[in-house]
């Protein structure tokens, strides 16, 4: 698979140059009671049971245990008990925690200077250029409140998915937070994950109350 560094490097260089694609509105990625790659337009949501987290579309829940992980520079999110400090070989500068295989990985980084509706658009520019993805989807969405941009894709070199939100950064609105989870098909629960998101500033407000 190609390393996530590359691809994210190469968007800087897409927004330099003044690229963009269009975006898809309000596209629904796949419904946790379903096989991914149906369409999902028509289906229902699942019931979710007492305790489970969701997403910010209410298609995924995930009921396992959860912890806090992050840093001051990249944000904050809760991942799976056990999930371990991660970096792919090749990156720097993410914050990543990953389980025991290395399949299931959680992801996040921080833009300055880069909006994040651009940094969307120049990123699906990006991905739809690349041969070893299919089936791209875009959608306007939110994440714990927080507006944003949802990418979804799949790496046809290898049997996996990989979920990407741009997230405005409300304490200054030209920079971006970067959230993504790349997982299996049996763990697209983990979709459920992104609502745990914090920003740097909310995460601190909330460990002050």
């Known amino acids: 698979m190609k390393s996530k560094l590359l691809i ?25 009671g379903q096989t991914i ?11 979710i049971p007492e305790g489970a987290i969701t997403d910010a ?6 009921q396992g245990k959860l ?28 914050t990543q925690y990953a ?20 940094s969307a658009e120049s990123m699906r520019y990006y991905l739809e250029s690349q041969e070893n993805i299919e089936g791209l989807q875009g959608s306007i969405t ?3 409140g927080y507006d944003a941009r949802q990418l979804y894709c799949h790496f046809t070199d290898a049997n996996l998915f990989w979920v990407i939100w741009l997230i405005q950064d409300p304490d200054n609105t ?3 937070y970067y959230l993504s989870i790349e997982f299996d098909p049996d763990h697209q629960n ?15 407000k909330e460990q002050k109350t």
């Open 174 to 176: 030209n920079n971006t």
């Open 190 to 204: 983990l979709i459920a994950c992104s609502s745990t998101f914090r920003t740097v500033s909310d995460y601190h």
């Open 8 to 32: 994210i490097a190469s968007i800087f260089a897409v927004v330099l140059s003044g690229c963009s694609a269009g975006q898809n509105d309000g596209i629904s990625v796949m419904n946790q």
């Open 142 to 144: 939110t994440v714990n």
């Open 99 to 118: 389980d025991a295989t290395g399949t299931e990985i959680f992801t996040l980084d921080y833009y300055e200077n880069m909006p994040f509706d651009t």
């Open 67 to 94: 912890m806090p992980v992050g840093d001051d520079e990249n944000g904050y999110i809760q991942v799976p008990l056990g999930y371990s400090p991660f970096q792919e070989e090749g990156t720097e500068g993410l």
């Open 37 to 47: 790659g149906e369409d999902v337009q028509e289906t229902t949501k699942p019931e």
């Open 57 to 62: 579309s209410g298609e995924f829940y995930y």
